[in-house]
């Protein structure tokens, strides 16, 4: 039987001959096609200004950069997040400050977010869990109550939208990836949506050496920019892969509908935590990058580690997103310790990503949860 990934890109023909076009035009790294890409995806989420680079993390790094987070600024964020989000507030040398997630939604608790604001919070910054958006209604109005930015991670959720409005197009800042986990693809990549032109412009700079062009022709640096422009050989794939992106997400969606068609009337007696569903009001908002469960540890005879080899045995890869943030050891130096967000810390312990991409089958998502109910008696 064929091994079945958690993960796998959609890659056809067509893709990687316009892929080797691009290599034929012996223009491969940044040019028309990235201009054609940032116009494409700009077009898709709305028309906020759009800037490509080489990951989420990298767009994340130049979003801290251009609102000038320093020491003694603060940003909240999830403990329930990729490790990508605490390491750039660090690194940017702004203090992080958790909140705990919802159990199920796993998105960023809001109300923990209201009391957690002080004076020297600069930003927030929520991770649409699994492609399911938070609730920016209420999050845009906090954050504009306090006066401060929304760096959303939405790394996981090109396609998303919340109240039929898409991700990317709330006003602020926002990340999305392109690695080859996420909806879609260009190797590696991510995307930056800016507030203005005028902060746009400032990621074109930042991305690229922090290089100005002067008047006489000449190049001057005034701040430091790092190096994180995307290929032509990655913005073609990037464009050919947005043309297909709604109905990959529609895909995905029937596959986690077949998910809970498997495991919902049989949940509660096994003990298995399935993820929300998406929001009623926005049936199609939520992309299904993932489909994560909570194993029922206390009742099963092994550890998680042993039910993934298990599975990985039967030729079905496992996934786990994510650990605790606060408690990676770099946090615990800082002071954090367990008990401090008790939902982030369960699903640290208990998550497990079932195969979830758009070429599965709906007999692959059967084999899957055969499987599945079958290891956790
Ligand atoms: C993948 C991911 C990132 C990082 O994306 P890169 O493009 O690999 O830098 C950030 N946040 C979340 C939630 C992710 O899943």
Not at 146 to 162: H, M, P, Q, T
Request: glycine letters at 8%.
């Amino acid at each position: 039987m064929h091994y079945l990934p958690f993960a796998r890109p959609t890659l056809d023909e067509s893709m990687i001959s316009d892929v080797a076009d691009t290599l034929r035009s012996h223009w491969i790294a940044s040019g028309p096609q990235v201009q054609a890409f940032e116009r494409a995806l700009s077009e898709y989420l709305g028309g906020q200004p759009v800037r490509v680079m080489t990951s989420a993390t990298a767009a994340m790094e130049v979003a801290f950069d251009i609102i000038g987070l320093q020491p003694g600024d603060e940003v909240i964020t999830s403990a329930m997040t990729f490790f990508s989000v605490g390491n750039m507030i660090h690194r940017s040398g702004a203090k992080t400050v958790f909140v705990d997630c919802d159990l199920v939604t796993r998105n960023l608790d809001l109300d923990q977010v209201e009391r957690a604001i002080t004076p020297r919070t600069k930003a927030i910054v929520p991770t649409h869990f699994s492609g399911l958006a938070c609730d920016m209604d209420r999050l845009m109005g906090i954050a504009a109550r306090a006066n401060i930015r929304v760096v959303e991670d939405a790394a996981l959720a090109i396609g998303s939208s919340w109240r039929g409005r898409k991700i990317g197009a709330f006003g602020d800042m926002a990340t999305f990836s392109f690695h080859p986990n996420k909806n879609m693809t260009t190797i590696e990549g991510g995307a930056l949506v800016c507030a203005t032109e005028a902060e746009a412009r400032r990621a074109e700079v930042l991305r690229f050496h922090g290089i100005q062009r002067l008047a006489d022709g000449t190049r001057d640096i005034v701040d430091a920019g790092g190096k994180f422009n995307m290929s032509d050989v990655s913005a073609r794939l990037g464009l050919a892969q947005l043309s297909r992106l709604d109905e990959w997400c529609a895909r995905r969606r029937k596959l986690a509908a077949a998910y809970f068609d498997h495991l919902e009337p049989v949940a509660e007696a096994r003990g298995i935590v399935l993820p929300a569903r998406a929001h009623a009001d926005d049936p199609a908002g939520h992309s299904w990058n993932m489909f994560c469960v909570l194993l029922p540890l206390s009742r099963m005879q092994g550890s998680r580690k042993d039910f993934m080899a298990a599975m990985h045995e039967r030729g079905i890869g496992i996934g786990v997103s994510y650990e605790a943030m606060h408690l990676t050891t770099l946090f615990r130096g800082l002071g954090h310790r367990e008990g401090e967000h008790p939902n982030a810390e369960r699903i640290a312990r208990e998550t497990v990503t079932l195969p979830l991409f758009p070429t599965m089958t709906e007999a692959d998502v059967a084999r899957v949860c055969e499987n599945l109910l079958q290891l956790i008696d």
